[in-house]
């Protein structure tokens, strides 16, 4: 059970973590607007524009993988192999911002599905 609540406990962290290059970009857009925050990013381009992305796909794939762990924990279908489908997830998302940032869309589009078939695989065990 341990390794599925650190994969959660990473889930929760990385979209503030996927913030810091988001930040950077907006603080080079003339410093960061901190009481229009919003409004500042949508006039993010290239780099900046693919940061503020990472950072909010990164919530919604929060959602996902929240279910997922839930309908684990719920049914205690705790094994190796949903332990590993986590495990996978969490790799998968860090390789996702990073391909994100680098603008490697065809990579970054390949472990999306990754991630998002792992999560799906954790209840498809747990049935």
Not at 50 to 58: D, G, I, P, S
């Amino acid at each position: 059970m341990t390794t599925i609540l650190i994969c959660a406990l990473i889930a929760v962290i990385l979209p503030y973590l996927a913030k810091a290059p988001l930040a950077i970009a907006m603080n080079k857009l003339g410093g960061y607007d901190n009481q229009h925050p919003r409004a500042q990013q949508t006039q993010l381009t290239g780099f900046g524009a693919r940061a503020l992305a990472a950072h909010q796909n990164c919530f919604e794939s929060l959602a996902v993988f929240a279910v997922a762990v839930a309908v684990v924990l719920g049914t205690n279908t705790i094994g190796a192999t949903v332990q590993y489908l986590a495990i996978t997830h969490i790799v998968a998302r860090i390789l996702y911002c990073l391909f994100y940032y680098l603008n490697l869309h065809v990579l970054r589009s390949l472990v999306w599905a990754v991630g998002t078939g792992c999560a799906i695989a954790m209840i498809v065990v747990s049935l």
